[in-house]
């Protein structure tokens, strides 16, 4: 397995999570990201970070709520997030690899299809 990804569950709207992923040395020597999926959508992306951990990108809809960090060290990616809503409901992966992209160099996106290699998903619920 080359990416092993751990912390969901369900929690009230406002309330906090935080995401582990832990990796093989080779794969995490990448960027890394976050993307999550509902049911009958597509994957989107969440957060990416790159290999030094000085870039980071979020998706418009998470930021300033979540926070994406990595340790080398441990070859493991977090994302830490809070004022959770009913909307961050999904099944979060941890990617490494993508491509991440900016039209505007304030909003981040990234192609799914880009990702060389997927963790198996974590649920994510957050209740009203």
């Known amino acids: 397995v080359q990416l092993q990804a751990s912390g969901g569950g369900s929690v009230q709207a406002g309330g906090s999570l935080r995401l582990s992923c832990t990796a093989s040395?080779?794969?995490?020597?990448?960027?890394m990201a976050w993307f999550r999926q509902v049911p009958g959508k597509e994957r989107r992306f969440v957060a990416g970070?790159?290999?030094?951990?000085?870039?980071?990108y979020y998706a418009d809809s998470v930021k300033g709520r979540f926070t994406i960090s990595r340790d080398n060290a441990k070859n493991t990616l977090y994302l830490q997030m809070n004022s959770l809503k009913p909307e961050d409901t999904a099944v979060y992966y941890c990617?490494?690899?993508?491509?991440?992209?900016?039209?505007?160099?304030?909003?981040?996106?990234?192609?799914?299809?880009?990702?060389?290699?997927w963790g198996q998903g974590t649920q994510v619920t957050v209740s009203s």
């Open positions: 970070i790159n290999w030094r951990g000085g870039s980071i």
């Open positions: 990617a490494a690899g993508p491509r991440i992209a900016s039209n505007d160099g304030r909003s981040y996106y990234s192609d799914p299809r880009t990702v060389n290699f």
């Open positions: 040395e080779r794969t995490f020597r990448n960027n």
